[in-house]
């Protein structure tokens, strides 16, 4: 595929400096980039390479110029730019088929314009929408419910009667509905909690590979609309995941908890259970959450405190060693004048 | 299903304080609960609830009355409620059948009471016993051992030779008997050590979603009776955990680690390789142990500590720039000591 | 297999102190070992069990002595005891054969000395190089290329387009290839950012059970030569982990972010988006590196710090409680002090 800077800019609406004529081929990262090919600035971090950079055209926000280079500028390049990936390289659409080489329930009901790749198994009183996209080595537990258009990646594992919402994508490996961590007596029995409940994801959600979300207990386990989970990342039972949520790789929630919309939580985050995490809320990445947030805060640290108190701390804590010597310092001196004024009472 | 209170009461053992006709039709959690349903309080954080709850009738522990409310009070709510759950939304037992769309190598013995789904692979001389259930996409490698009743649920794989004793539970994904990770020379040249180990599961353990247990580089990498797993964890090769033993989600477990009786490990915990913990031992979720803990040890803190003492060092972190400004207001308050007595010398 | 200690000191070039007619018939751990068998010792943690081992003979360093025990001594005892592994357990190599219950696109070319077994996924325009080994379960989407005598373990998914180099060995249910975490106005509108780039892996690369590594937005996601990862592990979009690099369980390393050669990261680490870890580094587990690191540096710490300094600081950390009663202390005395100067101006 080949546009002009011209097409280019007048498709994502920005505003051209330089040749309009230039002819793009292909979009890479700023320092991969080549003649031919056009790349784009999202962070500060990566301003340093504009000057070298020898792709054709850069796409920038507004107040960045460079007089020597084709630049585009729109208010929000990342979004642009995702715009121009679509564009430029189009995922192609599978057509809709049912492979002889799966296995369906005859209970089953799978539209007719949905898609089952060889190697899946559809249980049982399952439900398949249209458009929907079953890879392989799936399998879909009895009397599940799989949205419109949704995608489920190789071997996705759907536990019996979950309920994916439309247009939902899930990556490959992740497994959703197994059974919560609910034991009685724990280190002498372990007396297993039976889990009756499920684990409802709605439209618009994407997940992770291998990321795990379990079953309630009773009730559901809950993924609201738009929310977007990464990889490896542990879901418990009977939790809620508010709308438009952003969940970072490895991030660890426990059971009942409740995190509203919009929540942000950072890599590797550990979240106790019964608790609840405020609309909006920002957890920085490693945190570990251990009782209610209020909407809007920004928390870091482990334990988490407000993410300005922790800036203090951990810079306090890597002078530790200084302070300990001047504490000790300070000691000396205090016992000297001790002393001092102790002889002159005599 | 209905029952009326009395007969719920009858079941469990409880004292029934209300209306013994009461009919249950199901169980909810406290704040889902409609007329009609049962509910339960374990944990105190939910006694917040018990005056607004909808529900028809409540299980509480024999300290909590409310004059209002149908109650049935037992010694253990918890348990008397999964007992419940058992019994109004009994599993239903997958019937032994034998796929033909799975593959069962000629010199794999697999009972006629085990039960096999399409899409399962078995590889030369593995055994599978009567009551096991073998969902869709199960890899078994050659030599495995699959006890009696175990339930082994989507896409699980068993590397060769591993044995998994009898009513285990294995849940989707989970990895069985990888590789152990042990490289000479590390960050030189990675020099490959053979693992030529199993891994044994003995008897009535259970195993999180996507977690991966690695097979001994010789011997034996060993989790023992009774003890349960959650979602993706990491056990090293050659780890041994003992009976009873809970480990939350996302904890790692270092190669050669041994763990005793009924040890918990709270979620996101890790321990180092080559190191003993205790029968009985408690750690805190978040935990990084790096060395022996005595039995018995309650601990928490990265590096870990007694778990009071860690108590009181995280009070304080927080504490840090207050402790740090006091400081320096000692060194000034001192310093004017210092110079007026010096002055006084003159 | 039975040889006799002659003929293993002379197969890993050993020095022998004892009876060279001994024969050994197996390999075993320390605290395991029993007559008959050949043990070893790499780890100082494990001298302890010299004196009491039931071993026939112990391959050691050089500087280890024991007068009452057969030993062979040798530079690098893990290394040496790992060709003994594959001496004593040679692993059997898989025959070359095309399963027919496996599917594979007419458009894909599988060399006819690969092995397939059954239920492999094998979708338009892959390639399978001669050697290769694709396990049960295992999904290969289209155009993906795998090199020769490359090991893909059960239930391992490749996504489209993806480069997996030769002699590679991939333990089960790891996902390489899923979509990169790209969302524009996270916790808002979550614009999905396309991922439009691959996954390469470079030759003689070993990855862990459930590891997932993602795909580029652009360009590629690359891991290096020789580089082993462990389970568990998550890699970004657009990394680039350079070559013989180790990577312990359960590291998460965040979008295009670089590491150099050799690198070393310990079980647990989190590394932030955007930043170079130099070559040979060594990031001890548990660190959060959250800003480029020059090459050669061992570091520790959330956030990471100087290895020497984290040793300090955590020193510290423990006594900090202490440290605050003697600051109470101080201020105590000094107050006196300035309280007795007081009162002698009057």
């Not at 430029?88 to 799978?110: G, H, L, R, T």
């Not at 899946?120 to 537990?141: L, M, N, Q, T």
């Not at 994916?164 to 490959?172: L, S």
């Amino acid at each position: 595929m080949e546009k002009t800077l011209k097409e280019i800019a007048d498709f994502i609406g920005g505003r051209l400096l330089g040749d309009p004529h230039v002819v793009i081929k292909g979009l890479k990262g700023i320092t991969e980039a080549e003649p031919g090919d056009l790349t784009f600035i999202a962070n500060r971090r990566y301003l340093k390479y504009l000057a070298s950079t020898r792709a054709s055209a850069v796409v920038v926000s507004p107040e960045i110029e460079q007089a020597n280079l084709n630049l585009v500028q729109v208010d929000d390049p990342y979004t642009a730019f995702g715009r121009l990936i679509s564009w430029f390289y189009p995922m192609e659409k599978e057509k809709p088929f049912i492979s002889p080489q799966a296995y369906i329930d005859p209970s089953a009901m799978v539209s007719p314009e949905a898609t089952v790749f060889p190697g899946v198994f559809i249980d049982a009183e399952v439900e398949v929408g249209r458009g929907a996209v079953i890879y392989a080595g799936v399998s879909i537990g009895k009397g599940a419910k799989i949205g419109e258009d949704t995608i489920l990646h190789p071997n996705v594992v759907i536990y019996p009667q979950c309920i994916i919402g439309n247009r939902v994508i899930i990556h490959a490996g992740a497994v959703i509905g197994a059974d919560g961590f609910g034991f009685a007596h724990p280190g002498r029995e372990n007396i297993k909690i039976p889990q009756a409940g499920i684990v409802q994801i709605d439209d618009d959600v994407e997940i992770g590979a291998n990321t795990t979300i379990d079953r309630a207990t009773l009730g559901r386990t809950w993924i609201k609309r738009g929310t977007k989970i990464d990889n490896l990342v542990q879901i418990g039972h009977n939790v809620t995941v508010g709308e438009r949520a952003i969940i970072v790789s490895q991030v660890g929630i426990s059971g009942s908890t409740r995190l509203g919309n919009g929540v942000i939580l950072g890599g590797q985050v550990g979240i106790v259970g019964h608790i609840e995490i405020g609309d909006g809320c920002i957890v920085a990445a490693r945190s570990a959450v251990h009782n209610d947030v209020p909407a809007g805060q920004i928390i870091a640290g482990a334990p988490h405190m407000p993410y300005k108190k922790w800036l203090r701390v951990t810079g306090a804590l890597s002078r530790l060693p200084d302070w300990m010597k001047k504490i000790t310092d300070l000691t000396n001196r205090l016992t000297q004048v001790e002393k001092f004024l102790e002889d002159r009472k005599k």
